[in-house]
């Protein structure tokens, strides 16, 4: 009896860590997990999942370089732009920053339910990118050849190999980073014509595109002397300056009636002349009237009076 019970408490908690695991590992993982990689642009793939679910289900990526196994503990990193996310793609081409193997991870959600990692096999090192041609255009500016070159990757190069027609043999080869976007080759032989391919290398070397196909231009010719056009600017500045200080004595120096003669005074039309007949009155100064009056000094007799007249102005 007690070995039938716990049989029993045996089965069932069994099946108790089965609910349990069901309940947290209960979608299935992401399949069929590839890396596409061309020009040094690195983007995880996976096939969407199959398993029912009543909300968005939602994805998370990790990755693990040589510098989170070594310097960090073995630790595995977010994809920062991959977290949660409901593309089932991710470009890991800013992640995945040095040459070494990178272990990927993909990680499906749904609610509450997760499933478990699904990684990456083999691990993806960025070195077995796929490199296309370079795209590129020519023109001849003189004796200067221009090559110009559409954006290239990271950390790459361009070879490119330029000879003259006819003389493949003596082809010269010029190395453009990838931070360049045009590579000038100058004092070409006129009138000849020149032929131009590249390949687009890693920087180890260790990976190269195919070839361009070959593209020719003609050389038209060294343009003018180099001091031919400040040199033209400046005579023509300075004849003009002297022709206006010329001009200007003359003009000054000429007598009046010669200008007169040539700077004729036109009469003011009727309409336009003044018939105003001004008169302005002056005022007189008046004249102060003065009055005359007498003073009599009696300190003498009245037969020995004297008389003294003073004039006085009444206002």
Request: with cysteine.
């Amino acid at each position: 009896m007690r070995h039938t019970r716990g049989a029993v408490a045996a089965a069932l908690a069994i099946l108790l860590l089965l609910d349990l695991t069901n309940g947290v590992w209960m979608l299935p993982p992401p399949a069929g997990l590839t890396v596409q990689s061309v020009d040094m642009r690195h983007v995880l793939k996976w096939r969407p999942l199959k398993a029912a679910c009543n909300t968005t289900v939602l994805y998370s990526v990790q990755f693990q370089g040589e510098f989170e196994l070594q310097v960090l503990n073995s630790s595995w990193l977010d994809a920062a732009e991959c977290h949660l996310t409901s593309k089932v793609h991710c470009d890991l081409t800013l992640d995945l920053g040095s040459d070494s193997d990178y272990r990927l991870r993909v990680r499906a959600l749904c609610g509450s339910r997760q499933s478990s990692w699904s990684e990456l096999s083999p691990p993806f090192n960025r070195r077995h990118t796929v490199l296309m041609p370079p795209q590129m255009t020519l023109t001849s500016v003189g004796d200067v050849l221009q090559v110009h070159f559409e954006q290239l990757p990271v950390t790459t190069v361009v070879m490119v190999t330029v000879w003259r027609r006819g003389y493949e043999l003596q082809a010269a080869v010029y190395m453009v980073p990838a931070e360049r976007t045009m590579l000038q080759v100058p004092a070409l032989q006129e009138g000849e014509e020149y032929c131009v391919r590249a390949q687009t290398v890693l920087s180890n070397q260790s990976v190269h595109s195919s070839n361009t196909d070959s593209n020719c231009v003609s050389i038209t010719g060294r343009p003018g002397p180099v001091w031919r056009i400040p040199t033209t600017t400046t005579v023509t500045v300075v004849v003009m300056v002297t022709l206006l200080v010329v001009v200007s004595c003359c003009v000054i120096g000429y007598r009046s009636h010669t200008c007169r003669s040539f700077f004729r005074k036109e009469p003011l039309p009727r309409s336009l002349q003044f018939d105003w007949d001004l008169q302005i009155s002056m005022l007189t100064q008046e004249v102060e009237p003065c009055d005359t009056a007498q003073v009599v000094n009696r300190d003498q007799t009245d037969d020995g009076a004297r008389n003294s007249s003073v004039e006085l102005k009444s206002f």
